[in-house]
């Protein structure tokens, strides 16, 4: 990860770190299952709406699925955030969270390619979305002796996003992660050339690209992950991070691995992935994120 350096962040934003971290300190003293279903509860209900996020999932599965009842859209609308608030509790205290979770459930038909391209030094470069928590991978992964890392993006506050970092460490847990510009990009690349593990998320929104069809709506997606596994001769392949029934315990799909031909098609084969486990467990993807802000005039 790049260096810091001296922070340079104003009064206000050194004083909302101060905030934040207070909380996040009190919030240790919570025993940790209680903890996850207070804030999984807290956005399923009126912290959801004052942070306009149940209208923007209801909005989204408007827009995707106009056709099925109301009464599951709510349903899928409360599984979404209750997802998202006990994700988010988790992921602030990673350590704790593989400690709670020692045995992740890890299956899938690409499972085998992965700890063969592990064994064998070969790079491996993940790709998926926002399902479920992605920690579970990590650590699932860990477990077998694969430490994964990535690519994340700069905090506007420079003080939380020093933190943030530090967590995503998990205690020297954590392969490689870089930060989301140029020199991060190139940095990436090298990492992967020497036979590391590192992952990207495909379901972001992004104004460039190559247009794809995303549950049945034009939108753009970066081919970056693509052109990465081409370069350094990466495996490429789905991880699928679930959320199961009881919401507290995890299962970890590894998807078959696509083949190697060029950028934009390994891309819409891995948009197409991404889509149909979607379709089979909508309540386990974000949709929180406005994936389809940029639209792209044809597919």
């Not at 085998?112 to 491996?124: K, N, S, T, W, Y």
């Not at 510009?181 to 929104?205: C, F, I, N, R, W």
């Not at 970066?222 to 596994?229: C, N, P």
Request: aromatic share 10%; proline share 4%.
């Amino acid at each position: 990860m790049a260096k810091t350096g001296k922070l340079r962040g104003t009064l206000r934003q050194k004083l909302e770190h101060v905030a934040i971290m207070s909380f996040f300190g009190g919030m240790w003293l919570v025993p940790y299952r209680l903890r996850n279903r207070c804030v999984g509860a807290c956005l399923r209900g009126l912290l959801g709406r004052m942070l306009g996020y149940r209208k923007r999932v209801m909005d989204n599965l408007d827009l995707i699925y106009p056709d099925i009842p109301q009464a599951r859209k709510l349903q899928i609308a409360n599984q979404v955030l209750d997802n998202a608030g006990r994700t988010f509790t988790e992921n602030m205290f990673p350590a704790q969270f593989q400690a709670q979770n020692p045995e992740i459930k890890l299956h899938g038909a690409g499972l085998e390619f992965v700890l063969q391209a592990h064994q064998d030094g070969r790079p491996i470069m993940f790709y998926s979305g926002h399902f479920g928590n992605h920690e579970a991978f990590r650590a699932a992964l860990y477990n077998h002796g694969l430490k994964v890392g990535g690519m994340v993006r700069r905090m506007a506050n420079p003080y939380f996003d020093v933190q943030y970092k530090r967590m995503l460490d998990i205690n020297g847990r954590s392969g490689p992660v870089f930060e989301a510009d140029k020199h991060g990009t190139l940095a990436m690349v090298k990492s992967l050339k020497t036979g590391t593990a590192l992952v990207l998320l495909l379901d972001l929104a992004v104004s460039n690209g190559i247009a794809v069809n995303f549950m049945g709506r034009p939108v753009y997606c970066s081919v970056t992950a693509a052109s990465f596994a081409l370069k350094t001769k990466a495996l490429f392949v789905p991880y699928f991070s679930m959320r199961n029934r009881d919401r507290e315990s995890f299962s970890v799909e590894i998807g078959a691995p696509i083949e190697h031909s060029d950028a934009e098609t390994m891309t819409r084969a891995a948009t197409k992935s991404l889509e149909d486990r979607l379709h089979a467990d909508p309540g386990n993807w974000f949709w929180i994120h406005r994936r389809w802000k940029y639209r792209s005039s044809s597919d």
